[in-house]
T-cell receptor, first 111, second 115 residues
Framework: AQSVAQPEDQVNVAEGNPLTVKCTYS??????LFWYVQYPNRGLQFLLK??????LVKGSYGFEAEFNKSQTSFHLKKPSALVSDSALYFC?????????FGGGTRLMVKP | NAGVMQNPRHLVRRRGQEARLRCSPM?????VYWYRQLPEEGLKFMVY????????ESGMPKERFSAEFPKEGPSILRIQQVVRGDSAAYFC?????????????FGQGTRLTVV
């Protein structure tokens, strides 16, 4: 069965510093991986996806993610964090009929 | 092009009542997914529907929960005889197709509170 894991419940980073939110996956076959962001009392917004091709995927709001097949990881990154990036981030894998989500990582960016 | 519309945004029900949650997918999308999010937790898949058909309901509780997506009108998630444990945010997503690289678009959710 497919699954994704987000090992950190919360990530704290200072504004202006680089951020990384970790995600590892387990699927049979080629993975189709996604990152979504959820702001308070809102639905999920799509950030980026990896299907095939370049291992570095660029997405919305300056975010990017690096696909690493050997480590089965798809970490979300941003070179310089903003306070407004503070939100809940979900990694997901698309397999069969559904998106399967990780448990989420809360990102706190402090001024 | 309006996004995925869910209503109501907030719903309060007493134990034993019925809750009806509505989802209108994006224009041109015929695939609808329902997810449940408990406080401070991730999203759990419940059910996947296409027009008039339930494709995958492996995440639906066996009792009290049902979903439909009629030919005309929104998709409905119905919870009968609600209990406190049903309190959660329920999110609907829609997509144009079912390819593995298909992006799903989410509504803002319905927050159900059972008192």
């Amino acid at each position: 069965a497919q699954s994704v894991a987000q090992p950190e419940d919360q990530v704290n980073v200072a504004e202006g510093n680089p951020l990384t939110v970790k995600c590892t996956y387990s699927v049979s076959g080629n993975p189709y991986l996604f990152w979504y962001v959820q702001y308070p009392n809102r639905g999920l917004q799509f950030l980026l996806k990896y299907i095939t091709g370049d291992n570095l995927v660029k997405g919305s709001y300056g975010f990017e993610a690096e696909f690493n097949k050997s480590q089965t990881s798809f970490h979300l990154k941003k070179p310089s964090a903003l306070v407004s990036d503070s939100a809940l981030y979900f990694c997901a894998v698309n397999y069969g009929n559904m998106l399967t989500f990780g448990g989420g990582t809360r990102l706190m960016v402090k001024p | 092009n309006a996004g995925v519309m869910q209503n109501p945004r907030h719903l309060v029900r007493r134990r034993g009542q019925e809750a009806r949650l509505r989802c209108s997918p994006m224009k041109g999308h015929s695939h609808v997914y329902w997810y449940r999010q408990l406080p401070e937790e991730g999203l759990k898949f419940m059910v996947y529907l296409q027009k008039e058909n339930i494709i995958d309901e492996s995440g639906m509780p066996k009792e009290r929960f049902s979903a439909e997506f009629p030919k005309e009108g929104p998709s409905i998630l119905r919870i009968q005889q609600v209990v406190r444990g049903d309190s959660a945010a329920y999110f609907c997503a829609s997509s144009r197709g079912t390819g593995l690289n298909t992006e799903a678009f989410f509504g803002q959710g319905t927050r159900l509170t059972v008192v």
